[in-house]
């Protein structure tokens, strides 16, 4: 992608099209990756709560996985699940 | 009308005209004039502002730029110290773009603690994105806050305006001033308008994001344009000004200057008594000029090429010290002047620190040095060695 000169920028930097964060992918941050032990997992969603970002993915209430395109592998989740169901492991192994 | 009426309460007075949406201001020596009196108007149900009393100036910049940011028309006043407090504010109102105005009563920078008037606060904050005006007296406080509020605020600049007046010199001196009709001046200041604004939740907005190495640059190049764009606004505003009150500004005043060989270029309220200086040296047979400096940035550069380009010598009144270097006005007429062929020698004097009196006589002696041939490359005003 190429990237907008000063003409094209909105001054100040200010971004003006609503989430817009969609569109940088900060899963290339990541040094552990979060894993979902789905036999664990009772849905309480206490990860979604807690995700600093929107890496949790559900569907109809239940836990479907991560977002590893913007995970950036903080840990929080999985620091916070009750049942011990996301373990992180380190990326490249 | 006339009145009289001292450099703070003439600015207090132009806001109440204005009518501004928010003024967010902490009090210190010696603007604090400026903020009770508006205080004052605001308690009278004289004007529908939104006063903030903030607990500090950090605060009062950052409700500046949040209230500027949602579209609201801002005010604030700030001195020394205060400004320095406020000073990583500073630039984060210009690079977000936000047409503040603030009054600076310039007041010199502690230890040894000190509250009367050099430059050493405005100087200090020549880098931060801001448009600066200066003010010979209180007239010129008066219409330069009128005038900055439409030089900050035109689309092609959208960059925040400091309006300087020397502190206790004109800040507290009761002067004779011409007032304009309150009608008037909201005719010429207009409404002000953003594109985007913090509170349109239809059009939700992101301000103050992150930039990181691929775009920041972009972002600070769009402000040098800005301050380029701000040298023909601010002509402009100075054109529609002139037609409203008869008082036609310049960027750079010359006074005296056209067939002057030795001139000198000053800030603030300084060129009153320059321009005594110059006629009594006048009478006396020498040809002597001075500039005004009423615009600091944008540096009006191709201006100073102008002006100066054939003078014998040209010394540059600074009201502060780069500690280390010299008066930072000095270095910028000095690279004005660098690549013209009849380019003139140019020295500094640095005066009036701490709100040293500088009398005629001494003003006088600048020019008889340059004229004797006395001068170093920098000079301390009456400074006892």
């Given amino acids: 992608m190429s990237k907008m000169t000063v003409k094209e920028l909105v001054p100040g930097g200010m971004m003006i099209e609503p989430g817009s964060a969609m569109k940088f992918e900060t899963g290339d941050w990541r040094s552990f990756r979060p894993i979902l032990e789905r036999e664990k997992c009772i849905d309480c969603l206490t990860c979604w709560i807690f995700c600093p970002d929107d890496s949790i993915l559900t569907k109809d209430g239940k836990m479907e996985g991560f977002r590893y395109t913007h995970c950036k592998g903080c840990g929080i989740c999985a620091r916070n699940c009750p049942k011990d169901a996301i373990r992180m492991e380190p990326e490249g192994e | ?385």
């Fill in chain 2, 1 to 385: 009308m006339n009145i009289g009426i001292n450099g703070d309460s003439a600015i207090a007075l132009a806001w109440k005209q204005i009518d501004p949406d928010v003024c967010a201001a902490y009090p210190i020596t010696p603007q604090t004039i400026i903020v009770e009196r508006f205080s004052d108007f605001v308690a009278d149900g004289e004007v529908d502002t939104e006063f903030v009393t903030t607990e500090s100036e950090h605060s009062a910049m950052t409700v500046c730029i949040g209230s500027a940011s949602a579209g609201a028309r801002t005010v604030t006043a700030t001195a020394s110290a205060g400004m320095a407090y406020m000073w990583e504010m500073l630039g984060i109102a210009s690079g977000m773009r936000v047409p503040i105005t603030m009054a600076v009563a310039n007041r010199t920078l502690s230890a040894p603690l000190n509250i009367h008037c050099d430059h050493s606060d405005v100087m200090s904050t020549r880098d931060t994105g801001w448009v600066l005006l200066f003010a010979e007296n209180v007239q010129e406080a008066y219409d330069n806050t009128i005038m900055a509020m439409r030089i900050g605020e035109h689309k092609d600049v959208r960059l925040p305006v400091m309006h300087n007046l020397d502190g206790f010199i004109l800040t507290h001196a009761i002067e004779r001033m011409t007032t304009l009709d309150t009608h008037d001046v909201k005719d010429f200041v207009g409404k002000y308008t953003i594109d985007h604004s913090l509170l349109d939740i239809k059009n939700p907005i992101t301000h103050g994001v992150m930039d990181l190495q691929d775009y920041f640059f972009e972002h600070k190049y769009q402000l040098v344009e800005a301050m380029e764009n701000a040298k023909g606004v601010i002509e402009e505003v100075f054109e529609d000004f002139a037609a409203l009150s008869g008082r036609k500004y310049e960027m750079l005043e010359s006074y005296r200057c056209d067939d002057a060989e030795y001139v000198t270029v000053v800030i603030g309220s300084t060129a009153g008594t320059m321009k005594e200086a110059v006629d009594q040296l006048r009478e006396e047979g020498h040809k002597v000029g001075c500039i005004k400096v009423r615009v600091f940035r944008p540096f009006p550069i191709e201006k100073f090429k102008e002006l100066l380009t054939g003078r014998k010598m040209v010394a540059v009144m600074d009201r502060h010290i780069s500690l280390g270097s010299t008066g930072p006005m000095f270095n910028e007429v000095c690279s004005s002047v660098i690549d013209v062929d009849d380019s003139p020698d140019v020295v500094n004097y640095v005066y009036g620190l701490g709100g040293r009196d500088v009398p005629v006589s001494d003003l006088k002696e600048v020019y008889m040095n340059m004229i004797e041939g006395k001068c170093k490359k920098v000079n301390f005003l009456g400074v006892r060695l």
